[in-house]
């Protein structure tokens, strides 16, 4: 057996059990760190000066032109996966790079995602996207919308949204229901929407989502997934009640927050909403990593409705929390409501007949 071999780089001569190979070529231990690295993504071994990715990075090619990608703007790697394009697909970013070529936009692209600014003491938050329509998707209102809400904190941000005809969507960053209530200028920026020749309910495009953070539902994905079991056997359990409270039309519902249809128990709802094809157009939207979506609800520029949707989305989430599987399947409609003390939701149940007496007269929504 051979005693010695020569490192095929620095020329010295290493014992049999101290040699290294990359590619069959023999390296002493020395060479083979300063001058070859492991491929993060498959594991690979490849000589630095072939690395593929850059100076945080070292990826072999295949690894690259398979899964990466190059930030256009600062040049580092990036996967994929958290690759952010313009809205012609001309260029890449990275999250650091999009969010900064983005901070002084007016109307952002549609995949831009800030990083979430919570406003409330409380722990659970609610982030709101209100689509407008109508007013068109001009930089100037935008501006006045922003400059009104925005006057002491970044509260809102406008984004582009491809179902509008001529309009954006104003995306709030995640607030307590008592921020939403209490500071948040809702029902000055609904005025100020419509005064702009904006609308949201009347354009039958324009939709009212709410984001609500997993983790205030429990400590763990368990407990966790425990309380979205019950949020959604919930909204099927009363779906016709939510399908009248959402002011959409069946076909609506169908086409941006279709139901997954109610099984025997809470986990074998989930179970069935998980394993469907719907992706995000669900009534209530599984698909993002930190929260829900509830996706169910008209667009409105009637601030009490605003509220009232918000309060609803919290009643639920509460009754989620705090009822056993068993519980919720025993809840009626008619119980649920006496329950709830808010008075913009109770108002708002009353115009749609869904409270526990006589309805009331309504204003107009818009």
């Known amino acids: 057996m051979e005693r010695n071999l020569t490192c095929n780089t620095c020329g010295c001569l290493m014992d049999c059990g101290e040699v290294y190979y990359i590619e ?55 996967h994929q996966d958290d690759l952010y394009s313009d809205e012609d697909g001309d260029y890449s970013y990275c999250h650091d790079c999009w969010v900064e070529i983005n901070r002084y936009q007016i109307i952002h692209d549609y995949s831009y995602k800030p990083d979430p600014i919570f406003y409330g003491n409380k722990d659970r938050f609610m982030g709101v996207e209100l689509e407008i329509d109508q007013g068109g998707c001009d930089k100037h209102t935008a501006k006045t919308l922003l400059d009104l809400a925005n006057q002491k904190e970044p509260l809102i ?46 354009t039958g495009t324009s939709g009212l989502h709410v984001h609500v953070n997993r983790n205030s539902f429990g400590n763990t994905k368990l407990e966790q ?26 076909s609506q519902m169908n086409r941006w927050a279709a139901r997954y249809g109610r099984k025997e128990t809470p986990k074998q709802t989930l179970y069935h909403a998980k394993n469907n094809a719907l992706g995000r157009y669900a009534c209530v939207n599984l698909t993002n990593r930190n929260t829900i979506e509830f996706r169910m609800f008209r667009g409105t520029l009637k ?44 108002a708002y149940l009353k115009e749609r007949n869904l409270y526990i007496n006589d309805p009331v007269e309504c204003e107009e929504e818009y």
Not at 26 to 54: K, Q, S
Not at 182 to 193: D, I, Q, S, T
Not at 311 to 325: G, K, P, Y
């Open 24 to 78: 069959d070529i023999p390296l002493c231990r020395e060479c083979f760190n300063n001058r070859t690295a492991e491929c993060e993504c498959c594991g690979r071994r490849i000589w630095r000066e072939d690395n593929a990715g850059d100076n945080f990075s070292y990826l072999c090619q295949s690894c690259y032109n398979s899964y990466y990608s190059t930030c256009d703007h600062c040049g580092i790697v990036v």
């Open 157 to 202: 941000y406008i984004k582009t949204d491809g179902s509008l005809d001529n309009g954006f969507e104003i995306v709030t960053h995640p607030m307590t229901l008592d921020y939403h209530q209490n500071y948040m200028p809702w029902e000055a920026l609904c005025r100020k929407a419509l005064s702009l020749g904006y609308y949201s309910h009347k």
């Open 225 to 250: 997934e425990d309380v979205i079991s019950r949020i959604l056997h919930f909204v099927e359990t009363f779906w016709n009640e939510m399908l009248c409270f959402s002011r959409r039309t069946e």
């Open 303 to 346: 601030y009490n409705t605003i509220i009232a949707t918000l309060q609803m989305v919290d009643e639920i989430c509460s009754v989620a929390v705090s009822m056993s599987d068993s519980e919720m399947d025993k809840l009626s409609w008619s119980s649920f409501v006496s329950k709830i003390s808010y008075p913009e939701l109770i």
